[in-house]
């Protein structure tokens, strides 16, 4: 005996929910490009934002979490930013609250992903209803080796809130 379910023994059902109008689903749209001091260049595969009622997180990430090419940019800035042009100091405050980069990583045959923080950088930024972008922004910090791991680069990022 068939289940008496509605969709059951009628594809009508089945197809007005697959072919019916679409779902809105919002999604950060962005590119991060980057040059970094001996290392490949980055340019991101995804690019991720979040806000909470303190503080902004942007990220762009290359390849997947897991993956011995995976990489990661993040920018932490203060809630209430506007465009202008930002020096970063690590300890003191402002509108950059953090920068970093995860690579990944061999050290004395262990694999790992590594956190380099920036302890300088600046950024052009300017901010458009909710959109962002810089022309240019800058890190500078120790690697795991303590040598000095330099990049430049750009973006831009329109979250899904953004208004058009």
């Known amino acids: 005996m068939p289940l008496h379910h509605p969709a059951y023994q009628n594809p009508d059902v089945l197809w007005r929910n697959v072919k019916g109008p679409s779902v809105f689903?919002?999604?950060?749209?962005?590119e991060l490009k980057a040059e970094l001091l001996d290392r490949p260049a980055f340019a991101a595969q995804e690019m991720t934002f979040a806000s909470s009622q303190?503080?902004?997180i942007i990220t762009a990430e290359f390849d997947d979490f897991g993956s011995k090419s995976y990489r990661a940019i993040s920018l932490t800035l203060d809630i209430n930013i506007q465009s202008g042009i930002y020096e970063f100091k690590k300890g003191e405050h402002g509108p950059i609250l953090s920068m970093s980069?995860?690579?990944y990583i061999?050290?004395?045959g262990r694999e790992m992903y590594h956190l380099n923080e920036a302890t300088v950088g600046?950024?052009?930024l300017c901010?458009?209803?909710s959109c962002y972008s810089a022309r240019l922004?800058?890190?500078e910090g120790p690697d795991h080796n303590g040598e000095t791991l330099e990049m430049c680069g750009d973006f831009k990022i329109s979250p899904p809130h953004a208004s058009f």
């Open 127 to 129: 901010v458009i209803e």
């Open 122 to 124: 600046t950024l052009h």
């Open 54 to 56: 303190k503080k902004i």
């Open 101 to 103: 980069y995860v690579e």
């Open 25 to 30: 689903n919002p999604r950060t749209r962005g």
């Open 106 to 108: 061999e050290v004395d």
């Open 137 to 139: 922004f800058t890190f």
